[in-house]
């Protein structure tokens, strides 16, 4: 799921293959045009097929960086499938006078598009100012003297809210950064993972897969926000708001990544229309009814509210996944959040907590779009400590259940 904005415009938000394998890409970069890149089969996963230097208008709120580069990395889809997609890394201008080799921080950007237009890689190079909040926190960040790579998680095809996918893409991007010498990190740069939102999802579902998938990586810690724990329980919490077409819109996205699930079966003939409509929208562009019910989207009663669709949005969730973070995490999530449920983001973290993950879970007294503001500092001084290898806390005794 995604940073999820209402329909006033505010911001929301490996197997390797045996033959070469030749991905169509669009490039968020100056040319902005589809470009056919070559992945060697003999490259692993996080390796690097192309790269170039760009330059990031002040406009998009960024500021700090030294130098800004564009790299395009070997990873996998949704279903295996090896592809090209891209993380634009930027080096900043400030020295890292810590302990150790210069932190590498990987920055999930809340992508929520079907379309690679909505792409960081091509937002950070058009100057828009669609990054909003997203280049304070980074902008932050570079000032720590850390480098920070932002990857296009939802790869050549867009797949949106795709669980396999997306976390494997956000892997495979901090390798690429960690084995690009000019954007200043290194393969022993101590890495954080930090996300909002669409970029929460990817964030904490990478953390669950790291141990397994990338176990070389030295995850420091992990900072999630608004985290749309559970894809079932926000269908419900959208039902009947200014909001409801993001109902669609995410379906959309699961359409897209998940087409064997045929989720067109669920909805409405007029439903499946506006998901059409919205084939290569990114969210904020989205178009739908507003106030529409669940039960006005469906095919038949109770197609989108029970039986086989909540549970199978549950499975794909990072409540409904498997893995839990090794590394220490930082959740926070507002108290009055209208986009992502409070309670699902609670028994995530409780999950977490009961696999032994070290949780400090923070609730703010804020919206959706509130709580990334107010969060988005706590979620930078908590980094901060784990670069600097400070004891962590854990408050998971206290979560609500």
Avoid at 79 to 106: C, E, N, Q, Y
Avoid at 253 to 282: F, I, K, M, W
Wanted: charged share 10%; proline share 8%; hydrophobic share 40%.
């Amino acid at each position: 799921m995604s940073r999820i904005p209402s329909r006033t415009g505010r911001r929301r938000g490996i197997a390797l293959a045996a033959t070469t394998v030749v991905v169509g890409v669009l490039i968020g970069g100056p040319a902005n045009a589809a470009t056919s890149v070559t992945a060697n089969p003999s490259t692993a996963p996080g390796g690097i097929v192309s790269s170039q230097k760009v330059e990031i208008p002040v406009t998009t709120g960024i500021l700090g960086e030294s130098a800004a580069y564009q790299v395009r990395y070997r990873t996998v889809d949704n279903h295996d499938a090896p592809v090209v997609t891209t993380t634009t890394i930027l080096k900043s201008s400030v020295p890292w006078l810590g302990s150790g080799p210069r932190p590498l921080l990987s920055y999930q950007f809340a992508e929520d598009g079907l379309s690679t237009a909505c792409a960081p890689s091509a937002l950070a190079t058009s100057g828009t100012p669609a990054l909003a909040v997203d280049g304070v926190d980074i902008t932050l960040a570079l000032a720590q003297g850390w480098t920070v790579a932002i990857p296009d998680y939802e790869g050549p095809a867009s797949e949106f809210l795709g669980a396999h996918g997306e976390p494997r893409e956000v892997l495979d991007g901090v390798r690429a950064a960690q084995g690009f010498a000019p954007g200043g990190a290194s393969s022993s740069s101590p890495v954080g993972l930090w996300g909002y939102s669409g970029g929460a999802f990817a964030t904490a579902l990478a953390a669950q897969i790291q141990t397994s998938y990338a176990p070389e990586l030295a995850i420091a810690g992990v900072a999630t926000g608004g985290l749309p724990g559970d894809l079932s329980a926000a269908f419900p919490l959208l039902s009947g708001t200014g909001a409801s077409a993001d109902i669609l819109f995410l379906i959309a996205g699961l359409e897209r990544a998940y087409p064997e699930e045929h989720l067109e079966q669920y909805l409405s003939t007029a439903a499946q229309q506006v998901v059409d409509a919205n084939s290569s929208s990114c969210i904020t562009g989205a178009t739908g009814p507003s106030f529409a019910t669940l039960s006005s989207l469906e095919a038949y009663p109770g197609a989108l509210t029970t039986g086989s669709f909540p549970s199978w949005a549950r499975s794909i969730s990072p409540l409904g996944q498997a893995g839990a973070p090794a590394a220490p995490l930082y959740d926070y999530h507002g108290l009055l959040d209208e986009i992502a449920p409070l309670s699902a983001d609670r028994q995530t973290a409780l999950r977490y907590c009961a696999a032994g993950s070290p949780v400090e879970h923070v609730e703010l007294p804020a919206e959706h779009e509130t709580a990334q503001i107010l969060g988005g500092p706590f979620a930078l001084v908590f980094l901060s400590g784990r670069f600097a290898g400070l004891p962590t806390t854990s408050n998971c005794s206290s979560i609500a259940g």
